[in-house]
């Protein structure tokens, strides 16, 4: 994409330019999921076929007898069930990660392959991994002590993900600088994430519904396994870089309304590279040391410095607040 026509979108736009993306790379998106995910589901589908059923738990040798719990079934089918959900969360992790670098390749007009942003990924699996387990250990006290909380840190760490993978900051800091992101646009990112969410459900409930079908004709455990494996891999191959396109376009999106990344990037393909001390929080959209600078900015109307007024009191804002008018931009 020209920087030079970068800017702030609203929410259609986000999904009008992460759909675009998501087509313009859709053979090196799919095959960057699938090559991860396929083996992965069909050793899943190889597992359930060799471990104990559910229903093989009790064994009633004679009609009328107390059920006698298996125990060494149960403990194969749960250490069985433990190996196929670590296995399928590592690929998804590696088949994101991957997603993440090519649609930010596309977003900035690269062309990375799906060996290259296969790569990217896996060399950056610790880090996506701890990121994973910090979202879980927040959200899953902050959903069980009332849903609100859980609900305002699930939006505001949306591209904790992003900023690890394209900007390198890792851990709780990918937090930190996602929730500084997402200040003041948490309704935006919201409402991107509902109908992602509802786009990536529709796609699911497709493949389910094909998978029951099958699954009712054959009316076999490989049959069964067989089909889920593939059902699996297709809805994965789809969703998943359709998500990752949408979290990096807004992600992108927020950098251009808060940082001014449009001007960065027209300004070193320009082969400027901008000054050492950043003016980024004088102008209210900063980030500490890792907010890009925008001394390059050629001089013209500037905005009046943040100034804590055109906050509301408290979020969400009361019905029938406003930012206070600061009239027009003044010649610097």
Do not use: H
């Not at 009008?16 to 313009?24: L, P, T």
């Not at 076999?220 to 789809?238: K, M, P």
């Not at 901008?274 to 600078?293: C, D, H, K, N, Q």
């Amino acid at each position: 994409m020209d920087p030079a026509g970068l800017r702030p979108l609203g929410v259609g736009e986000i999904l009008d330019v992460a759909i675009k993306i998501y087509r313009a790379r859709f053979g090196v998106l799919v095959r960057a999921v699938a090559v991860v995910t396929a083996p992965v589901y069909a050793l899943g589908a190889i597992i359930r076929i060799s471990i104990p059923q559910s229903d093989s738990f009790t064994d009633v040798s004679q009609p009328g007898a107390t059920p006698e719990f298996e125990a060494d079934q149960f403990w194969a089918f749960m250490a069985g069930t433990l190996v196929i959900a670590i296995l399928a969360f590592v690929a998804s992790q590696v088949a994101t990660g991957a997603c993440f670098k090519a649609v930010g390749g596309a977003y900035l007009d690269e062309e990375p392959d799906w060996k290259e942003s296969l790569r990217f990924a896996r060399e950056r699996l610790g880090s996506l991994l701890w990121l994973s387990f910090l979202l879980v250990v927040f959200l899953t006290p902050a959903f069980l002590a009332c849903i609100i909380p859980g609900v305002y840190f699930y939006v505001a760490w949306a591209v904790a993900a992003p900023v690890l993978l394209l900007e390198g900051v890792k851990g709780r800091g990918a937090l930190k600088r996602s929730r500084a992101l997402v200040e003041g646009r948490f309704w935006p990112t919201a409402g991107v994430l509902v109908l992602v969410g509802i786009l990536t459900g529709v796609v699911q409930g497709i493949f389910l519904g094909v998978l029951t079908g099958i699954v009712s004709i054959a009316g076999n455990e490989v049959a069964t396994a067989l089909a889920d494996a593939i059902g699996q891999t297709a809805s994965s191959a789809l969703t998943t870089p359709l998500t990752a396109a949408v979290l990096t376009v807004m992600y992108f999106d927020l950098r251009v309304r808060k940082e001014g990344f449009d001007l960065e990037l027209l300004a070193r393909r320009l082969g400027v590279e901008p000054g050492t001390t950043s003016s980024v929080e004088a102008l209210g959209g900063g980030y500490g040391s890792g907010a890009p600078s925008l001394d390059f900015m050629p001089p013209g109307p500037v905005r009046p410095a943040f100034d804590p007024e055109d906050q509301p009191p408290f979020w969400p804002p009361p019905p029938g607040w406003k930012p206070r008018d600061r009239g027009p931009a003044e010649p610097e």
